[in-house]
T-cell receptor
């Protein structure tokens, strides 16, 4: 079993819908990252969380440390949000910031 | 600022050929990383460098070598390419908790 699992693997929605992408992990962590990979391949960091909730524009990320679970929400989704969203965790006591990566959630927003 | 610059973008090799993937960052970051990305899998760490002159193996180092000759540049070398090394390769640097990625190299080994 992978230490970081994302769901769903693929998600197609209509423009304007509220989107939720989930990330569950099975190890103790010190930080969790959400990243976005555009169709062209480039990867961009969205959030780093160690507790609670963060918001940036239409994106909201939450984490529940006790339940070992994080969610990424997109409000008022738009076709330009179409991308692969990746969750990655930093294990507790892991040296030099090595991360464990989820396989990603491919999101398609249709106009 | 260019950020993290990675070359080449695409490369096709024959089995047994060698090549070097180049990566440079202009953000004065100490930590740099090489990952490979395969379909259906998360990014896997090949090698990392905590600072100039130091390198360490990651999760999948076999078949690769790296060089961190200065703070800016971190190169990845395939000495004798194998079809199993067909993948997309990403270089990244880190400042604090934030990662910065290059645009990737799509490598095919025939």
């Amino acid at each position: 079993k992978n230490e970081v699992e994302q769901s769903p693997q693929n998600l197609t929605a209509q423009e304007g819908e509220f989107i939720t992408i989930n990330c569950s992990y099975s190890v103790g962590i010190s930080a969790l990252h959400w990243l976005q990979q555009h169709p062209g391949g480039g990867i961009v960091s969205l959030f780093m969380l160690s507790s609670g909730k963060k918001k940036h524009g239409r994106l909201i990320a939450t984490i529940n440390i006790q339940e070992k679970h994080s969610s990424l929400h997109i409000t008022a989704s738009h076709p330009r949000d179409s991308a692969v969203y990746i969750c990655a965790v930093r294990k507790l006591a892991h040296s030099n910031y090595q991360l464990i990566w989820g396989a990603g959630t491919k999101l398609i927003i249709k106009p | 600022n260019a950020g993290v610059t990675q070359t080449p973008k695409f490369q096709v090799l024959k089995t047994g050929q060698s090549m070097t993937l180049q990566c440079a960052q202009d953000m004065n970051h100490n930590s740099m990383y090489w990952y490979r990305q395969d379909p259906g899998m998360g990014l896997r760490l090949i090698y990392y460098s905590a600072s100039e002159g130091t390198t360490d193996k990651g999760e999948v180092p076999n078949g690769y070598n790296v060089s961190r000759l200065n703070k800016r540049e971190f190169s990845l070398r395939l000495e004798s390419a194998a079809p199993s090394q067909t993948s997309v390769y990403f270089c990244a640097s880190r400042q604090g908790e934030k990662l910065f990625f290059g645009s990737g190299t799509q490598l095919s080994v025939l």
